[in-house]
């Protein structure tokens, strides 16, 4: 079996201050809220000095070429570029676009489209449906006018919905109290991406933990959660303890097994199949960015039998959840 333990960043309040509400909202946020709905296409025998003439009224950088609602490529700017070059404006658009098409999902999380964009050169990704037709198209400024909008709701609707539920353990009497979360995460399914980690999410923020302790759990376990859903054969279980000062989290399946952790743990490194990187993902980050976030890490895996990730947050006093904070509350009540 191998095994590797890696400690996270120390995440002070500065740190902890950049895993914004901004950040939040790419996880939180599914690509079809964000993207654009009514879409200028290109059809495969139209003129490519028409698809000029439509760049420039719709003043818009590229364009999905659309055969029967079914997307067989795109045009960018850069193809416009090479056809001026060879001044072949009366050549038709499948002589010119790119048929190489990186896609997602519109219930895919934004991450996921941003991971894309960080990973490659291109400017605008289509958005497609389970067979293949296109419903819409995403670009890194959907992106930021869809996170504004959420920014705006949120602080507008903050006051209402946040509460806290701290009373949970004020009648239970024990020396350590605990609540433990559980969730069954099937390989393949897509469509439940990132629910787990919005329960868990938002259960600590009902017990009281500030928004960068939910913010740094809700990306870790988001990250685990989707490595159980792209990686496994058959799934896995993910189990959350939280305590008043410590919050693990441990995602765990039965294969098949990582063959290289170290390998594993670079940035960009991935085992995902073609299948899944043509659906948008496997861009080789989830593991770096759960490090990002949590205090502790301890990856073991054996090839064939499965992996076990255990992620690890200590929470300062002020941080604390439950009767901690309960009786952080109670001395500040009398002054102590």
Do not use: W
Not at 276 to 283: K, Q, S, T, V, Y
Request: hydrophobic share 40%; proline share 2%; aromatic share 4%.
């Amino acid at each position: 079996m191998q095994s590797t333990q890696r400690k996270g960043i120390i995440v002070d309040d500065q740190v902890a201050e950049n895993i914004t509400r901004v950040e939040e909202l790419a996880y939180e946020l599914r690509i079809d809220e964000v993207m654009t709905r009514d879409v200028k296409v290109i059809s495969p025998d139209m003129r490519m000095r028409d698809v000029v003439e439509l760049f420039r009224q719709a003043r818009i950088s590229g364009a999905p070429v659309v055969s029967s609602n079914r997307l067989i490529g795109i045009v960018s700017i850069e193809d416009i570029i090479h056809c001026l070059i060879k001044t072949d404006l009366d050549a038709e658009a499948h002589n010119y676009m790119t048929t190489e098409i990186l896609t997602v999902k519109g219930k895919d999380a934004v991450i996921e489209a941003l991971k894309i964009f960080v990973s490659s050169r291109v400017g605008r990704l289509p958005v497609v449906d389970m067979d293949g037709n296109l419903v819409g198209i995403i670009t890194k400024g959907d992106i930021t006018r869809g996170v504004l909008r959420m920014l705006q709701r949120y602080y507008q609707e903050e006051e209402l919905r946040r509460y806290r539920a701290s009373h949970l353990f004020e009648d239970i009497e024990s020396d350590r109290s605990s609540l433990i979360l559980r969730y069954i995460i099937n390989a393949r399914d897509f469509n439940k991406g990132g629910s787990a980690s919005a329960n868990i999410k938002r259960a600590l923020l009902r017990l009281g933990a500030s928004p960068q302790i939910a913010r740094r759990c809700g990306i870790a376990v988001y990250e685990a959660e989707m490595n159980l859903i792209i990686h496994t054969t058959n799934g896995g279980t993910i189990r959350v303890e939280i305590e008043p000062h410590q919050i693990n989290m441990v995602a765990s399946d039965d294969g098949p097994g990582i063959e290289n952790i170290e390998l594993a743990m670079k940035p960009g490194y991935s085992t995902a199949s073609e299948e899944i990187r043509e659906l948008g993902f496997g861009a080789g980050m989830g593991l770096v960015n759960i490090a990002r976030c949590v205090d502790n890490m301890i990856l073991e895996s054996t090839p064939g039998k499965g992996t076990r990730l255990k992620m690890r947050l200590d929470l300062k006093t002020e941080e604390s959840v439950g009767e901690g904070r309960i009786g952080k509350e109670e001395s500040a009540k009398h002054g102590s």
